[in-house]
């Protein structure tokens, strides 16, 4: 672990916990279909922005971990997962709402269909990629030492993906929120974490 990088991600943990933070309030208000389409760009648009700030701060803490093959995984597979998130963010939250404004038979009913179908599969995908991303990040940061939020990383990650894996869960409204809304959190508690210790002059006192 790098001490002088560790100090320097004081404030992007302090932009993680807030923006996941923010992320998870906003999931609980997710539109639904009878919201307007202002309302479902303005909500889709907020989390879009949000979740976009996860993959740069945790690329911060790959190269305060030290980067090796486990730390490149652990981002590679989060920013995929973040690509995921983001394309089914957009079908649902612009896409979708854009084809509601052409009068009444233009849109045949199987692009909606088909809309919906890309959406579940780029959000499921993503939504595995990014939980294999943050079991790996828990696994390095239980390799060094941060045994805590790297035990709760790796449960929450392995645990997030692999319920989507088996069918136990899905991306629907309900599955969606509570495979988001863990992630979130975990990221919330890590943010908090690296905003805490950044003062710490030694980071083997997690």
Same mark, same amino acid.
């Given at each position: ?11 992007a943990?302090?932009?993680? =916990?807030?923006?996941?933070? +923010? ?22 648009g907020?989390?879009l ?9 945790? $690329? ?5 971990? *030290? ?5 490149? +995984? ?6 995929? $997962?973040?690509?995921?998130? +983001? ?20 849109i ?14 780029? =959000? ?10 943050? =079991? ?16 709760? *990383? ?5 645990? &997030? ?35 805490? +210790?950044?003062?710490?002059? &030694?980071?083997?006192?997690?």
């Amino acid at each position: 672990m790098d001490t002088d990088k560790l100090q320097s991600l004081r404030w992007a943990g302090a932009a993680l =916990a807030g923006a996941a933070v +923010l992320a998870a309030v906003l999931m609980h208000y997710h539109p639904h279909g009878d919201d307007t389409a202002t309302q479902i760009r303005v909500s889709h648009g907020a989390l879009l922005l949000l979740i976009a700030i996860q993959p740069a701060v945790l $690329g911060l803490v790959a190269r305060a971990l *030290g980067w090796n093959l486990l730390t490149a +995984l652990a981002l590679a597979f989060f920013v995929f $997962g973040t690509l995921g998130a +983001l394309l089914a963010g957009t079908i649902n939250g612009f896409v979708v709402p854009a084809m509601w404004a052409y009068p009444d038979g233009e849109i045949a009913p199987g692009v909606t269909d088909l809309a919906w179908q890309m959406n579940q599969a780029l =959000a499921t995908l993503g939504a595995i990629s990014a939980g294999t991303g943050i =079991a790996l990040f828990g696994a390095a940061l239980w390799r060094a030492d941060w045994r805590i939020i790297g035990g709760v *990383g790796l449960f929450v990650g392995a645990m &997030s993906a692999g319920l989507l894996v088996v069918g136990v869960t899905d991306m629907q409204f309900e599955g969606a929120i509570l495979t988001y809304v863990a992630q979130l959190l975990w990221l919330a508690a890590l943010g908090v974490r690296l905003f805490r +210790l950044a003062s710490v002059s &030694s980071p083997s006192n997690p």
